[in-house]
């Protein structure tokens, strides 16, 4: 967004819309949430007609009843405008609070005389299609309205240093989070220098904090650095007078909020850090989800991987699936299927290939992918394209070599690029899908798979999986980072 400086005050001038991002925001939300709720309530209808053959207006009473209830209950969860919220979470308080106020009228449905026409079929086919119409609604919404300039409330940074510089690109690359940074003094192209001359003007203007009101300014997100800590004191006391939230990013960034609870040992504040996959009932969870999906998907997508099979038999001479050895949980090899989608003497041409180009060995080096890879055939492009190469992995879930998500499976000569995190590597099971695949994938450093796989482990949650799932589908018919 470019921005237009008030040259007597030193200040940024911000459009209107994004002094009241807040507002518009919520609304486009709460817009989102309506649209979804009349799909969901049309195909009740249409479902209600199927199975009975007549339009009942206790139907449309029932609809109406649980989505101002559900609206009510969004509000009060803090849904709207839900600037900040993790996808994990909103899909986590989307699934749990629609789950409970479809239990809420179905239960007060029975007790109160005037509710006794309400359709408790209604309400469940209701409840049944809503779970997974709003958290589409909403992430479309936040995607197609992120990628203006308009969405993103205003808030300042309070830092300096490669911290400050990495969460400044973080907010720039999840712009669905809702969080706009305004860098004071943003002449300099340099986006570390920016963010060091943006502390200096916030330490002047906290004398004047009427100015932040001015700009519409509600939320400053205070992070470590060179900032004095007296400065930052005084901005976490400003809470309520100045700034409706104050939120504060500590040093390690390889935490998260779904595996860390905050911690009041008699007035010293701690983090206490929770492995969640550690626990046995939490895995056995896991896993059960695992063969429940696998079992149901892998029966109505069996005709689609026979005609796959079909289609790389009569392309390209050699077997249909390709197994590769790969590290599993504890360091245990594996098999890993795959449908095959290169030529026969792939390693050959591979070898041939990084000793001919410099170019392509110093790819390989960095992300271990060629995006221009010389092995793969067509009918092999196309499946990588839409990741359908890996499908015969659902047998490896059935085995439980591999979960439905988790770090990808990795080879042997990869191990050492984990360093000190590899015990959380090998601590759980590798995954068909993971937060790497829906995170940019191959467009990503090894670095950053890196990163993404530690994260998961430690935060993980039955929500995130889900959440992954859900976004993999998107990310599969958008094939990004996918080659």
Not at 101 to 126: C, D, E, K, N
Request: aromatic letters at 12%; glycine letters at 8%; hydrophobic letters at 45%.
């Amino acid at each position: 967004m470019r921005i237009e400086f008030d040259h007597n005050i030193n200040l940024p001038v911000l459009p209107w819309y994004k002094r009241h991002a807040r507002f518009w925001m919520g609304c486009a939300l709460f817009l989102a949430d309506v649209l979804g709720f009349t799909m969901a309530g049309l195909l009740v209808r249409w479902t209600r007609y199927l199975l009975q053959h007549n339009w009942d207006t206790s139907t449309l009473e029932t609809i109406y009843l649980a989505s101002l209830f559900s609206v009510i209950s969004f509000i009060l969860r803090g849904l709207y405008p839900g600037i900040g919220i993790s996808p994990v979470s909103e899909l986590r308080t989307l699934t749990i609070t629609t789950s409970i106020v479809a239990l809420a009228l179905s239960s007060t449905s029975l007790y109160i005389p005037s509710l006794a026409h309400f359709s408790r079929m209604s309400q469940g086919l209701f409840w049944l299609f809503g779970l997974p119409i709003l958290p589409i609604f909403r992430i479309g919404t936040r995607y197609l309205l992120s990628r203006s300039p308009a969405w993103g409330e205003p808030v300042i940074l309070l830092g300096s240093g490669e911290r400050t510089q990495f969460l400044y690109e973080h907010l720039f690359y999840r712009r669905m989070l809702g969080f706009d940074p305004v860098l004071i003094s943003m002449e300099s192209e340099s986006v570390k220098d920016a963010i060091e001359k943006s502390g200096e003007n916030i330490l002047k203007l906290l004398e004047h904090p009427q100015v932040f009101h001015k700009m519409g300014i509600k939320t400053a997100i205070v992070t470590s650095g060179t900032i004095p800590e007296p400065t930052r004191t005084r901005l976490l006391h400003m809470q309520g007078s100045v700034f409706e939230r104050i939120i504060k990013v500590p040093d390690q960034h390889d935490l998260g909020s779904l595996g860390v609870s905050t911690l009041d040992m008699d007035g010293v504040f701690a983090f206490e850090v929770h492995q969640n996959l550690g626990s046995f009932s939490r895995r056995f969870s896991k896993r059960l989800l695992d063969l429940i999906l696998t079992i149901v998907g892998g029966i109505l997508i069996m005709p689609f991987i026979l005609l796959i099979a079909w289609a790389i038999h009569q392309s390209s001479p050699g077997e249909i699936f390709y197994k590769h050895t790969r590290i599993g949980k504890g360091g245990k090899p594996f098999k890993a299927w795959k449908f095959r989608t290169m030529i026969s003497n792939a390693d050959e041409a591979l070898e041939k290939t990084l000793s001919e180009n410099a170019d392509l060995r110093s790819e390989w080096e960095i992300t271990q992918k060629l995006k221009n890879d010389p092995r793969i055939t067509p009918i092999g492009r196309f499946l990588r394209k839409f990741s359908l190469d890996e499908l015969p992995q659902l047998w490896n879930v059935l085995r439980g070599e591999m979960s439905l998500v988790g770090p990808r499976p990795c080879v042997e000569n990869q191990l050492p690029f984990y360093g000190s995190d590899l015990d959380l590597y090998l601590a759980v099971l590798p995954g068909l899908t993971g937060l790497w695949q829906v995170s940019g994938r191959n467009n990503t450093s090894y670095a950053e798979r890196v990163r993404l796989d530690s994260y998961y482990v430690r935060n993980w949650s039955t929500w995130m999986d889900l959440w992954i799932l859900f976004k993999t589908i998107w990310v599969v018919l958008k094939h990004d980072g996918a080659y």
